[in-house]
């Protein structure tokens, strides 16, 4: 069982940044990988970036390519998501899920555990 806590969320103009931060409890938490995903009023939820247990492993969606950075310190059972060069298209809650599963999956049905959400939103 992994719980799930989400911050740094906030209002932030366009070309601004944010760091989300995740805590995890739980001792399994660097056996995990790790996801991020958003959702933005009246759409699905869509992912953004994933890591695999040993941090080595990242992958991300086209939209934020070069411009969001996950990363996850397991000593401190904690995932990261450095966003940078924010768009107002950028808006929307953001979680941070979490599965047993080695292989990292970008859908929302591959991960057991999620968060509350943290509001970004983005302004022009």
């Known amino acids: 069982q992994v719980q799930l806590v989400e911050s740094g969320g906030g209002l932030v103009q366009a070309g601004g940044s944010l760091r989300l931060s995740c805590a995890a409890s739980?001792?399994?938490?660097?056996?995990?990988?790790m996801g991020w995903f958003r959702q933005a009023p009246g759409k699905e939820r869509e992912f953004v970036a994933a890591?695999?247990?040993?941090?080595?492993?990242?992958y991300y969606a086209d939209s934020v390519k070069g411009r969001f950075t996950i990363s996850r310190d397991n000593a401190k059972n904690t995932l990261y998501l450095q966003m940078n060069s924010l768009k107002p298209e950028d808006t929307a809650v953001y979680y941070c899920?979490?599965?047993?599963?080695?292989?990292?999956?970008?859908?929302?049905?591959?991960?057991?555990?999620w968060g509350q959400g943290t509001q970004v939103t983005v302004f022009s």
């Open positions: 899920a979490a599965t047993p599963s080695v292989a990292i999956s970008t859908t929302p049905k591959g991960y057991a555990y």
């Open positions: 739980g001792r399994t938490f660097s056996t995990y990988t």
């Open positions: 890591i695999k247990w040993s941090g080595h492993g990242t």
